[in-house]
T-cell receptor, first 114, second 114 residues
Framework: DVKVTQSSRYLVKRTGEKVFLECVQD?????MFWYRQDPGLGLRLIYF???????EKGDIPEGYSVSREKKERFSLILESASTNQTSMYLC?????????????FGSGTRLTVV | AQSVTQPDIHITVSEGASLELRCNYS??????LFWYVQSPGQGLQLLLK??????LVQGIKGFEAEFKRSQSSFNLRKPSVHWSDAAEYFC????????????FGTGTQLKVEL
């Protein structure tokens, strides 16, 4: 069964810390995505990547960066965590042009910044 | 730009009753439409998708959805709800204009009364 794995289910970090959220997929997918999910706001796209070392900004990239050094791994980086980045973070992947078939999602990382 | 509206934030139905969750989209061409379900503490699971052909599509867990171009709608239905259907449901739209990106609605939280 195909899988997208997010390294942490729950994470608590302090304001100002640099935070790494890791996502690994075992499906050889080219496309990977990071969303944040907030009540009443649904899912909002932070960054996505179509290939290794490629990245594009989504709708809310401010305060975040990403890294894709290997095809299977896509990392989300909070350069200096702030309390307004407390949220659920969801990683997803898909094949090229597979928007036709939807994404495969990880189980999410719930991040609390104190 | 593509967008999705889910007008109902919360819906409560009795077990065994029928269900309809509303979804309206905005997209310049033929859209690719999806419904996802998220159980508490989990990632999103694809229920069904539409991108061409028969406008009534069947999905997993007994769900179906109907694409109505004239109304820009893609409502999700189930004839008889089970207590295990309690979850959050997201409608999403994607397509050529948006590349490989999906745009999600804000979600509808379904509560099932026993």
């Amino acid at each position: 069964d195909v899988k997208v794995t997010q390294s942490s289910r729950y994470l608590v970090k302090r304001t100002g810390e640099k935070v790494f959220l890791e996502c690994v997929q075992d499906m050889d997918h080219e496309n990977m995505f990071w969303y944040r999910q907030d009540p009443g706001l649904g899912l909002r796209l932070i960054y996505f990547s179509y290939d290794v070392k490629m990245k594009e900004k989504g709708d809310i990239p401010e305060g975040y960066s990403v890294s894709r050094e290997k095809k299977e791994r896509f990392s989300l980086i909070l350069e200096s965590a702030s309390t307004n980045q407390t949220s659920m973070y969801l990683c997803a992947s898909s094949l090229p042009l597979q928007v036709l078939y939807g994404y495969t999602f990880g189980s999410g990382t719930r991040l609390t910044v104190v | 730009a593509q967008s999705v509206t889910q007008p109902d934030i919360h819906i409560t139905v009795s077990e065994g009753a029928s269900l309809e969750l509303r979804c309206n989209y905005s997209y310049g061409a033929t859209p690719y439409l999806f419904w996802y379900v998220q159980s508490p503490g989990q990632g999103l699971q694809l229920l069904l998708k539409y991108f061409s052909g028969d406008t009534l599509v069947q999905g997993i867990k007994g769900f179906e959805a109907e694409f109505k171009r004239s109304q820009s709608s893609f409502n999700l239905r189930k004839p008889s709800v089970h207590w295990s259907d309690a979850a959050e449901y997201f409608c999403a739209v994607g397509g050529g204009g948006g590349g490989n990106k999906l745009t999600f609605g804000t979600g509808t939280q379904l509560k099932v009364e026993l």
